[in-house]
């Protein structure tokens, strides 16, 4: 072993980890940043009796998988592929002499799918597990289940540093938690703070400059994407032409991250441009200063739109603590942190397990696989969401993977074996079987595989400059490509080689994402699952009539086109006719209160072409009324003005049947039969009948007694009581028809008084009362007053309340006497 690798704070406990494994075959390993676990412990486990066979160790990132075997096989003086390898979805180096196989969760999924028994492995060791990655939890899930079923022996170890080791080891069934102390070295953090209107990039340029002025050693810069690292690395080049700045993400070539994750050969400072790709797991040799802007990128599922979309969040707290961390692995460090302390406590305490943000259809594809009939049986840190799988089993079922028990099918097997979404891997199956599956397995391979081909929304163009690519990554993602393309053309029962457009292939990928444009500027897109999309206007894409869209990021509505591929209107109507729908719909034509009936042929919300329905069915055109009433109200019928009044009455009376909810509620019984086309032309008469039959008899009856229609006042007249008077029910009628009347009009259960408007013989007002007798000895005397020099041939009597009541004049009442 080279000088200071038996230092490491973890061979203080190694130990006791060796001791506690030889007895059981689960532990948690909890160690600090820099200790040494990633590069240690595995080595460690070959000298036991119980390992005679393959070590995984579990990564969470390429880089940091390769970065570890190549420390393990360089501490034994190897190269990787000898005693260590590794293994990732572009790159592997392993051979027969290969005890210790570094991986990734993902492949490690794929293994343990193609072989449930792990006969070949002695221990899987899963690091940096408070992570959370999903593959990571489904992993651990699956592993627990093949321990306790098939493979008791099998030895389990969860590694982090800041693991919640109680939760973990009761779920691993109490299993020992051993605890690395570490080697603390002194960190200091300086708070620069944040301005609103300054952008990140511009912040962390500032940082980095003050930084290379006044500190010592390597700066490590997190970044929240790539677009943030070469826009920073651009400005640096200008601010310090001098410096070495080195970008470090998933993009990266192999050497470019290599040269990243170590000290410069010539001794020069470095500038290294990270994403969280550089939080756990890596040790940056040389780093003492680190700057952190406080962001962080991560995939979320957007259940609405049903697309994984790019988020931009705060860093949490523990996240910025193992940035900070960075700066002291080796030495004492410094953090600048890109925001006011006292902020720090408001971000949240750890970032959400993926397992509550992601797409579930990859998992619940796995465990169908696995035979899992209730995936919430399983071993999991955290259950997966109900609602999540739900909707996940719900896609994988329109893909065919699932049939309509939620079993899987033999296309959902086929699609399992490919190590891709499931929606890629139906694309692939699908172009397997029209021979076009080298397209589509490239095509796959460019929509995960960020960078290659350039960063054009223009899939083809990426492709096309993809191919013409030499560098070694492209050359081993053609090389992988090619692999899959093999494996989809195995399972496919080939009907032909008609050589579907790329774009097509893509749509079967996503046929919700297939979009029309909307405008001439090509800016406004409509999606067939309903989204409206916009894309910039400059872009070449923007000159076509459809696109098949592979992604789009931003909010649900108006999310915006990252990456699309333009297809003619003649292959959509041909390569796409099994998913054109020929339907019927109704449209409601307000000004002229009635259904048009159409027949359209349409991809999902994307209307092809539309006519007149020349035979609607009447009992949809029915339906569709009724849902117009229920939403909208009586007020779109022609009611007549006894309906009208009949439902004023009601509503004061509170007779429920009559009241506006339950009227809409049940208008299918009561207006159904009634309705044709227009609702303007249904007969007013025939409204009113079926509104009088909502009442029974004794509906009618006390209709009647707490809301009468009508006022019959002493002199035998008739008057409408009004029920939408402000001042309350009320009755206008001429004062004569109330002479002899010394107690006012009252109505309803209880009684109240009726409001009254009375007229003199034109039938113009004279007063408002809801006390009779005392307007007859009130201001009756004005009244009478003003009367007999107006109509002198009416009686205008002192006492009206004796007087008979009669609207003739004195000489016609005096000879009817």
Not at 147 to 173: K, N, W, Y
Not at 374 to 393: M, N, S
Request: glycine residues 8%; contains cysteine; proline residues 7%.
């Amino acid at each position: 072993m080279p000088s200071g690798v038996n230092d490491l704070p973890i061979h203080s406990v190694l130990p006791e980890l060796l001791a506690a494994l030889r007895v059981r075959e689960s532990a948690v390993l909890i160690a600090p940043p820099g200790a040494g676990k990633t590069t240690a412990v595995a080595p460690a486990l070959l000298a036991e009796t119980w390992c005679d066979r393959t070590v995984l160790l579990l990564s969470p990132r390429r880089v940091a998988a390769r970065a570890a075997a190549e420390r393990m096989a360089e501490l034994l003086g190897e190269k990787p592929g000898d005693t260590i390898g590794y293994a990732t979805r572009l790159d592997s180096k392993r051979s027969s002499a290969t005890r210790i196989l570094v991986m990734t969760e993902a492949i490690f999924v794929t293994t343990i799918l193609a072989d449930p028994e792990l006969a070949n492995v002695s221990a899987v060791l899963f690091d940096e597990a408070h992570e959370r990655h999903l593959d990571s939890d489904l992993g651990l899930a699956l592993a627990l289940e093949s321990q306790a079923v098939l493979r008791p022996d099998l030895r389990l170890l969860v590694m982090s540093a800041t693991i919640d080791g109680a939760r973990f080891a009761d779920l691993l069934g109490d299993a020992p938690v051993i605890e690395s102390e570490g080697k603390s070295w002194p960190l200091a953090i300086r708070w620069l703070g944040a301005r609103a209107e300054t952008r990140v990039e511009d912040a962390t340029v500032s940082a980095v400059v003050t930084a290379w002025r006044e500190e010592h050693g390597d700066l490590l810069c997190f970044l929240p994407g790539v677009g943030e690292i070469e826009r920073v690395r651009e400005s640096l080049a200008d601010r310090l032409p001098g410096a070495l700045v080195l970008p470090l993400h998933g993009q990266c070539e192999p050497a470019a991250q290599r040269a990243a994750i170590r000290r410069d050969p010539d001794g020069r400072r470095r500038i290294v441009l990270a994403t969280a790709i550089a939080e756990t797991s890596l040790t940056l040799d040389g780093v003492s200063v680190v700057i952190d802007a406080g962001l962080s990128r991560r995939a979320e599922f957007d259940k609405a739109a049903g697309v994984t979309r790019l988020v931009t969040h705060r860093a949490s707290q523990a996240a910025a603590a193992q940035r900070a961390g960075r700066a002291a692995r080796q030495g004492p460090g410094i953090a600048y942190r890109l925001w006011e302390e006292a902020a720090h406590a408001g971000r949240p305490a750890f970032d959400p397990p993926e397992m509550q943000t992601a797409d579930l259809a990859p998992l619940r594809l796995t465990l169908a696989q696995w035979g899992a009939a209730d995936p919430a049986a399983l071993p999991w840190i955290d259950v997966p969401p109900a609602a999540a799988l739900a909707a996940a089993t719900r896609s994988l079922q329109a893909l065919g993977a699932l049939d309509g028990s939620a079993m899987i099918t033999q296309h959902g097997r086929n699609m399992a074996r490919l190590p891709m979404a499931p929606a890629l891997a139906h694309m692939l199956l699908y172009a397997a079987q029209h021979g076009a599956e080298n397209a589509a397995a490239r095509l796959a391979l460019l929509l995960q595989e960020r960078g290659l081909g350039g960063r054009s929304d223009d899939l083809a163009a990426r492709l096309q400059r993809w191919d013409a690519e030499r560098s070694g990554r492209a050359q081993a993602s053609r090389d992988l490509a090619a692999r899959w393309a093999r494996l989809a053309r195995a399972m496919s029962e080939a009907e032909g080689a008609d050589d579907p457009p790329l774009g097509i292939l893509l749509a079967e990928a996503f046929p919700d994402n297939i979009a029309r444009r909307r405008d001439a500027s090509g800016e406004h897109w409509l999606a067939a699952g309903g989204r409206g999309l916009r894309l910039d206007p400059a872009s070449p894409l923007a000159r076509a009539e459809w696109l098949a869209v592979g992604d789009a990021q931003g909010e649900a509505k108006g999310a915006r086109i990252t990456s699309a591929i333009a297809l003619d209107e003649a292959d959509v109507l041909r390569w796409l006719a099994h998913r054109i729908e020929k339907r019927s719909r109704l449209r409601w034509v307000a000004d002229e209160a009635r259904v048009e009936a159409l027949v359209e042929a349409g991809l999902g919300a994307i209307t092809l072409s539309r006519g007149s329905d020349p035979a609607p069915d009447p009992g949809t055109i029915r339906a569709f009324l009724i849902g117009k009433i229920a939403s909208e109200g009586l007020s779109l019928l022609p009611l007549s003005k006894a309906s009208e009044a009949l439902l004023r009455r009601a509503r004061f009376a509170g007779i429920e049947a009559l009241g506006d909810l339950a009227l809409r509620d049940r208008a299918a019984d009561w207006l159904g039969p009634l309705l044709g086309r227009r609702l303007d032309q249904t007969d007013p008469a025939k409204i009113h009948d079926a509104l009088r039959a909502r009442l029974d008899y004794a509906g009618q009856q006390a209709l009647d007694r707490l809301a009468p229609a009508q006022f019959v006042s002493p002199a035998g007249t008739s008057h409408p009581i009004d029920y939408d008077d402000p001042g309350g029910p009320s009755v206008e009628l001429r004062v004569q028809a109330l002479f002899g009347l010394d107690r006012h009009p009252t109505f309803g259960q209880p009684p109240q008084a009726l409001l009254l408007k009375l007229t003199d013989p034109g039938g113009k007002p004279l007063q408002t009362t809801r006390d009779l007798p005392g307007f007859w000895r009130g201001s009756w005397k004005d009244v009478q007053r003003d009367m007999k020099g107006r109509y002198p041939k009416h009686r205008w009597p002192d006492q009206p309340w004796t007087e008979s009541p009669s609207l003739k004049t004195k000489n016609a009442f005096n000879r009817s006497m």
